[in-house]
């Protein structure tokens, strides 16, 4: 086998354990070690699982790093399907190598066993999972016990043995093997819905969750997760779009108090004063990170305005340059060490735009397109998809999307920070709003 090009073929440059080596150095000396010795020794091996478990570790424990208040997790999870996901990658990436080494999933089986009498008796013999991915995550998640970074015994019990009524388990098997009709995917999606946010806080990754629900993979699965938003967040169906109309000319009157405006994007603004309300707002969306700014902690690099832009929204000429942009926003996740999350796509001029879509990187050969009716549709249904499916802001726009999580959702979380500036233009959204129910007449129907 030729394994320079065996390395250079799409199945495996996309591949995600691949993707995941090439982030850290252990990752990148055992690519190395393979392609000169063509095979793997017990080294390379050990340093392949700590890439992969470490690399999970970092992403579960986010949170502790982002903020101080935030001192422990509840656990350190890598589900069963994810270790599997794993080792299956490992052999396609590495010619030789052997799945069980990696991962073996525990077992019962069951077996007659001939007695003393001559009679015969069924015994189940469990074997408990193994492999060296599972014995590192063993070794990592005792660590963190032992260094008090995860909740106690019992908290994790009561997270990992979340009890799944069979009614509930009976909505989710269906689930699974059924796309339609909308009524019953509906009914048993809302009837899953606590077993379903238990399944994703256990690890479980967007790509897996939506191979198991591959009704999320039809034009019905954007309706679905805003159902999910619905049993997290009551009442806030259409909250994001009345907030924006407050919002719009909170968000235009400091954006002329800004002297960053230059250029293009100074052109844009001066365009604001003739163009028809509707299309205003994939303006100011792109215009945004010029008042709302991030929390930048000593030593960390400040990210410049259109590396926050790219990576708040996709943004092409045409629907045939969908797929090229959101490579290209691939490329940039990939060299900054970070996961490509949801993320909308604006289609068209930026002051006329022609479509809307959001992307979801559930597969990097048939990933998820929802189209929606306009560009507050997308960044709607975006910010409720995040929370839907319990998966973290995009690392480079974090701030652009607390921001519109706290002034146009009314979310507001302790581990969510926000810059002075961005406080204030929330508390002038919430006076004016306030302001104007008061002034409401309560005699007259509205």
Known sequence: ??????????????????????????????????????????????????????????????????????????????????????????????????????????????TDEVQADGTTKKVTKKYNCSGKLYDHFSFRRSQLRKDNLLQSGRSNQEIINFIISDD?????????????????VAQHWTNSYAARQSILKKGQSIHDYFNTFQCLKTAAGSDLLLLDFVSLYPNREELFFERWEVARDVIINALSNSKQLTGDDLGYF?????????????????????????????????????????????????????????????QRCAAAGITLQPIPVIVGELVNPDSFYVYINDSLERP??????????????????FFSLNCAYSLHAFSLWVFLQKALLKIDLPTDQCDREALSLIGQMTYQIESANENINPNIPQ
């Open 1 to 110: 086998m030729n394994h320079e090009a065996h390395f250079q073929q799409p199945e495996i440059t996309g591949n995600p354990v691949y993707v995941t080596l090439l982030k850290t150095t252990e990752g990148k000396a055992v690519i190395k070690y393979f392609k000169k010795n063509k095979q793997l020794n017990k080294i390379a091996r050990s340093k392949l699982t700590r890439a992969l478990v470490s690399r999970e570790k970092e992403r579960q424990f986010h949170q502790v790093l982002r903020d101080p208040n935030i001192t422990e997790l509840a656990d350190f999870v890598i589900t069963r399907e994810q270790f599997i996901s794993w080792s299956q990658d490992i052999e396609r990436v590495f010619p030789g190598e052997s799945r069980w080494v990696y991962y073996t999933p525990f077992r019962s089986v069951s």
């Open 368 to 385: 998820s397109y929802y189209e929606t009716q306009t560009i507050l549709h997308a960044f709607n249904l975006t910010l409720k998809v």
């Open 168 to 184: 509930q388990q009976a909505s989710i098997e269906w689930l699974k093997t059924n796309v339609g009709p909308p009524n019953l």
């Open 270 to 330: 001066r365009a604001l004063s003739i163009l028809p309300q509707h299309n205003k707002d994939a303006v100011l969306f792109h215009l945004l990170p010029y008042i709302v700014k991030p929390i930048t902690k000593k030593g960390q690099r400040k990210l410049s305005i259109p590396e926050r832009r790219e990576s708040f929204f996709v943004h092409v000429r045409t629907a045939a340059d969908i797929a090229q942009g959101i490579e290209r926003q691939r």
